[in-house]
Structures are given as structure tokens and as C-alpha cells.
């Protein structure tokens, strides 16, 4: 049994909003290119999706929306839903290009549940923003909650959800508010001043749900230390309360420093260690079982493709060490479409990622971030907030 499934075929660079969109798919491009030269994919086969069908659709999203989805192309100007904003323009077929998006993390869930693959990933995926009756954020189909309404199906029921984009994960959080069997973790930066406006502290989930849903709301510049800091005091001791049969994890880079649509400042460095992080926390808490999906990321030559090799590479236990050498052919390919573009030499920011754990007796704005979540969702895991051990 191949321990990872890789799931990438360049239909999906069809989910394209237009060339002056930030959701550039040149970015998922970049990235399989660059994961290729670097031979982090030599003799890994690439899976190739199905588009989801409508009843698979329909595990998140509204009938009547769906319809919209599809009749938008040929409807005209008012189609609501979301649709045809500044955000979520209209582009032709973007019903079958946001349907192979779906079909794609769905492929990996598959492959997992099936047991053909330990891990399974597909940077296509992580369209965590949209919603059951509208598009929201760039997208249009929440794979996310799709494949994980399937799994629940198969019959796992703890399912835990790790969102590390620089966007609260709204739309699952909204999917799976009131569902014990999923555990929804959003780290993101502080809905006070970032789209989608919600993702606080107190967010906890509702009903049989209560203490389900968490989210660490951090302040903007907060950087690789703060955020890990933060990612160690509140997700492994959640993961080992709630006790995951999968782990799933979208994971956005648009935490980049140089990402031109937020503000917190994360490295490359500093997402290589979180996926080494969730690689393993899903060994040792999630039977070893990780589904990665991608999400945000808007600097498109230097750091999404770079931090998405690291991600590929991490799930196939194939790292590449951050002094790798970007490959020359990458860099003239990169060069070739933008000539200006300063493409880094390596596959490092040159940052250590280094953090101080939580709980030395510092009170920074990420230390209240930590506090205030800590307090909120602990005591409903059996946890004490105030206890650094826990
Ligand atoms: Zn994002």
C-alpha cells in the first residue's frame, strides 16, 4: 500500500475567476511544476478526479443553489447567491471546474477511508468560505464539508478539522456548528480586521456541539513564534482530548508575510513546520490519518509554490530540507511569465520558526489570543485552561 495519495490532474486549473483576480490557479501550476523538478513526486502517481456529483453536492449545499451555480454562465447580471460579486465573479463552466475542485478531496477521503493511502492530499481543495445556500470568499463549493460529510458517512464519527489559512474556516465551522463528531480549529487572523468578520474566541459551537468549534483569533504582524505558540497551547491538547479517528487540515498560506491580502507575517520555514506539526499530530493522535487540502495564498511565484512543495513533500515523508536549491528550469519557467519576477534562490525565508511554548509568563496580544480561547473551549475537553501542561 502506497502510504499517500497525491490527487492532481490540470483540469483543475479551470477554476479560474479571471487574470485579475487574486485566485490565480498559476499558483497550483507553480507549485506541481516546482514539486516535479525538485523530485518530491518521482515515481508518485498522480490521481486523477472525478467531478462530485449533485448528491455529493448536496451533503453541503442547497438545491436551489447548485441550480444557480450552474444557470449563472447564461443568466445574466442577478443571479444572487453570491454570485457574480467583485469575489465570486461568473466564468464559464464553473459549475464542472468547482465540481472537480470537490471531487478532487473527495478522491483523497476516498482513498483514505478505503484504506488504499494513510494521507492523502490535494492543494486544488480548501475552499472553506463557501456556504449551504451561497459563494462566498473565492469559493464556490466547500470541499472541505462535502468530504467530510462523506467520511462521517463511512462511519467515522471524530472527525477533527484543522483550518491554518489567514481567513477564519467559516463555512465549516457553519456545516458542523452543532455536530459532536467534528471538531472544527481555526487559527486565523482577528475577524476585527479581516474578512470573514467572524472566527472569535467565544465561537464555541452550539447544542450537543458546544466546545466543537475553536478558534484563535490573532492580532495582525503576528508571525512564525506567535503562531506556533499558539497553534501548541490550544490544537494537540484538543486533538488528544477529542481523540480523531482522521485528521483533516486546510491549509492556506495566505499567513505569508508577502501574501498582499492579510496581514499576519508568517515564512515559508514557518508553514514547513506546521505541516511537520500536523504530520505529526496526526501520527500520534489521528491513527495516522491526514487529508491536506490547499485554500489561500495570493503571492503566487514566491511563496505558494514553495509552501505547497513543502506541504506535498511532507505528506509523502519526502521533505526537502529549506536549503534546497530551487531548481534552475523552475525559476526560468517562473521567469518566463513574469521577467521581473525576483524568484527566491532556496526553499527557505531564511527564518528559523523557532517559538517559546506558552505559559512562561508573558502576556503579548497572541498570549490574550491563547488565554481567551483556551478559557472558552478547555473546560468543555475536560481541560484546564490556566494549566500549561495541559
Ligand atoms: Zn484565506
Not at 203 to 208: A, P, Q, S, T, W
Not at 210 to 230: C, F, I, K, M, Y
Not at 232 to 241: K, W, Y
Not at 289 to 302: E, I
Given at each position: 500500500?502506497?502510504?499517500?495519495a497525491?490527487?492532481?490532474?490540470?483540469?483543475?486549473?479551470?477554476?479560474?475567476?479571471?487574470?485579475?483576480?487574486?485566485?490565480?490557479?498559476?499558483?497550483?501550476?507553480?507549485?506541481?511544476r516546482?514539486a516535479?523538478?525538485l523530485?518530491?513526486?518521482?515515481?508518485?502517481?498522480?490521481?486523477?478526479?472525478?467531478?462530485?456529483g449533485a448528491?455529493e453536492?448536496?451533503?453541503a449545499?442547497?438545491?436551489?443553489?447548485?441550480?444557480?451555480?450552474?444557470q449563472?454562465?447564461?443568466?445574466?447580471?442577478?443571479?444572487?447567491h453570491?454570485?457574480?460579486?467583485?469575489?465570486?465573479?461568473?466564468?464559464?463552466?464553473?459549475?464542472?471546474?468547482?465540481?472537480?475542485?470537490v471531487?478532487?478531496t473527495l478522491?483523497?477521503?476516498?482513498c483514505?477511508?478505503?484504506?488504499?493511502?494513510?494521507?492523502?492530499v490535494?492543494?486544488?481543495?480548501?475552499?472553506?468560505h463557501?456556504?449551504?445556500d451561497?459563494?462566498?470568499?473565492?469559493?464556490?463549493y466547500?470541499?472541505c464539508?462535502?468530504?467530510?460529510?462523506?467520511?462521517?458517512?463511512?462511519?467515522?464519527?471524530?472527525?477533527?478539522?484543522?483550518d491554518?489559512?489567514?481567513h477564519?474556516?467559516d463555512?465549516?465551522?457553519a456545516?458542523?456548528?452543532g455536530?459532536p463528531?467534528?471538531?472544527?480549529?481555526?487559527?486565523h487572523?482577528?475577524?476585527?480586521t479581516?474578512?470573514?468578520?467572524?472566527?472569535?474566541?467565544g465561537?464555541?459551537?452550539?447544542?450537543?456541539g458546544?466546545?466543537?468549534?475553536?478558534?484563535?483569533?490573532?492580532?495582525?504582524?503576528?508571525?512564525?513564534?506567535?503562531?506556533?505558540?499558539?497553534f501548541?497551547?490550544?490544537?494537540?491538547?484538543?486533538?488528544?482530548?477529542f481523540?480523531?479517528q482522521?485528521?483533516?487540515t486546510?491549509c492556506?498560506?495566505?499567513?505569508?508575510?508577502?501574501?498582499?491580502?492579510?496581514d499576519l507575517?508568517?515564512?515559508?520555514?514557518?508553514?514547513?513546520t506546521?505541516?511537520?506539526?500536523?504530520?505529526?499530530?496526526?501520527?500520534?493522535?489521528?491513527?495516522g490519518?491526514?487529508?491536506?487540502?490547499?485554500?489561500?495564498?495570493?503571492?503566487?511565484?514566491?511563496v505558494v509554490?514553495?509552501?505547497?512543495?513543502?506541504?506535498i513533500?511532507?505528506?509523502?515523508?519526502?521533505?526537502?530540507?529549506?536549503?534546497a536549491p530551487?531548481?534552475?528550469?523552475?525559476?526560468?519557467?517562473?521567469r518566463?511569465?513574469?521577467?521581473?519576477a525576483?524568484?527566491?534562490?532556496?526553499?527557505?525565508?531564511?527564518?528559523?520558526?523557532?517559538?517559546s511554548?506558552w505559559?512562561?509568563?508573558?502576556?503579548d496580544?497572541?498570549?490574550?489570543?491563547?488565554?481567551?480561547?483556551?478559557?472558552a473551549v478547555?473546560?468543555?475537553?475536560?481541560?484546564?485552561?490556566?494549566?500549561?501542561?495541559?
Open positions: 500500500m502506497s502510504p499517500s497525491v490527487v492532481w490532474d490540470s483540469a483543475l486549473l479551470a477554476y479560474d475567476m479571471g487574470e485579475q483576480h487574486p485566485f490565480n490557479p498559476v499558483r497550483l501550476h507553480l507549485t506541481m516546482l516535479t523538478a523530485g518530491v513526486l518521482d515515481d508518485v502517481p498522480l490521481l486523477s478526479p472525478e467531478p462530485a448528491k453536492l448536496y451533503r449545499h442547497s438545491a436551489e443553489y447548485l441550480e444557480a451555480v450552474q449563472a454562465p447564461m443568466a445574466g447580471w442577478d443571479v444572487g453570491g454570485l457574480g460579486t467583485e469575489d465570486n465573479p461568473v466564468f464559464t463552466d464553473m459549475h464542472d471546474a468547482a465540481s472537480l475542485v471531487g478532487s478522491l483523497g477521503a476516498r483514505i477511508a478505503e484504506g488504499r493511502a494513510q494521507r492523502a490535494s492543494i486544488a481543495g480548501g475552499h472553506h463557501a456556504m449551504h451561497r459563494a462566498a470568499g473565492f469559493c464556490i466547500n470541499d464539508s462535502v468530504a467530510i460529510s462523506w467520511l462521517l458517512e463511512q462511519g467515522y464519527d471524530r472527525i477533527a478539522y484543522v491554518t489559512d489567514v477564519h474556516g463555512g465549516v465551522q456545516a458542523f456548528v455536530d463528531r467534528v471538531l472544527t480549529v481555526s487559527l487572523q482577528h475577524p476585527f479581516l474578512f470573514p468578520g467572524t472566527g472569535y474566541s465561537e464555541i459551537g452550539i447544542g450537543d458546544e466546545g466543537g468549534a475553536v478558534n484563535v483569533p490573532l492580532p495582525p504582524n503576528t508571525g512564525d513564534a506567535g503562531w506556533l505558540r499558539a501548541h497551547a490550544v490544537v494537540p491538547s484538543l486533538l488528544e482530548a481523540r480523531p482522521i485528521l483533516v486546510q492556506g498560506v495566505d499567513s505569508h508575510r508577502e501574501d498582499p491580502l492579510a507575517s508568517l515564512t515559508v520555514d514557518g508553514h514547513r506546521i505541516y511537520r506539526e500536523l504530520r505529526a499530530l496526526a501520527e500520534r493522535w489521528a491513527e490519518r491526514w487529508l491536506a487540502v490547499g485554500g489561500g495564498g495570493y503571492q503566487l511565484m514566491r509554490p514553495r509552501s505547497w512543495t513543502h506541504l513533500a511532507t505528506v509523502l515523508d519526502h521533505d526537502v530540507t529549506p536549503d530551487v531548481p534552475a528550469e523552475w525559476t526560468e519557467l517562473v518566463g511569465m513574469a521577467p521581473s525576483e524568484v527566491p534562490p532556496t526553499m527557505s525565508d531564511g527564518a528559523d520558526a523557532g517559538y511554548p505559559g512562561d509568563g508573558l502576556d496580544a497572541v498570549d490574550a489570543a491563547i488565554r481567551d480561547t483556551r478559557r478547555f473546560p468543555l475537553h475536560g481541560l484546564d485552561p490556566d494549566d500549561p501542561r495541559d
